[in-house]
């Protein structure tokens, strides 16, 4: 599981009245959209969603899971160290069951996981892939549309054209 921040066409507009659109909040950088996705052992995508780049990763997992191209999820989701926390944690495997992989936050008091765990992690690359392949659609590098609905159309459209090409 990972996220990706994209960023939001500026406008040279001189109309004062404030712009429209769904999912996107004024950052030091500017107007952006966070995608999250969670991609299988290949890096093909299983599941895709987006929100303002506000909100923590951790509080926007569920609601990528629930947006899932497949009817079933995986036994485990790999994460990177935003994710590590206990209360999501037993959340995911009392709801879901489906065991959350993390690296340790720096300073974690108590370790959860062992060395055995964490060999996973290391396949987290694969969704990196997935975030690259994405990248090369221009029209999902920067956000043009003013309504989230058409934005994610065309992410589903990216991931279905990254599927096409490996079968």
Known sequence: MEASTWRRASSTRTSPR?????????TKRGKRT???????????????????ASPHETRLLEATLDESLI????????????????????RLWHQRGVKLIASHRRGRKTKTQD????????????VERLFAWLQNFRR???????????????????????LLRQF
């Open 18 to 26: 404030r712009k429209r659109g769904a999912l996107r909040r004024q």
């Open 34 to 52: 966070k995608v999250m996705a969670a991609a299988d052992g290949a890096g093909l995508p299983l599941a895709i969603g987006t929100a303002s």
């Open 71 to 90: 009817d079933e999820l995986p036994e485990r989701l790999i994460g990177d160290k935003p994710y590590d926390a206990d209360k999501l944690d037993e």
């Open 115 to 126: 060395g055995r765990e964490l060999r996973r992690y290391r396949r987290r690359w694969k």
């Open 140 to 162: 999902l590098v920067t956000r043009y549309e003013v309504k989230v609905e058409n934005f994610l159309g065309f992410l589903h459209l990216g991931c279905i054209l990254i």
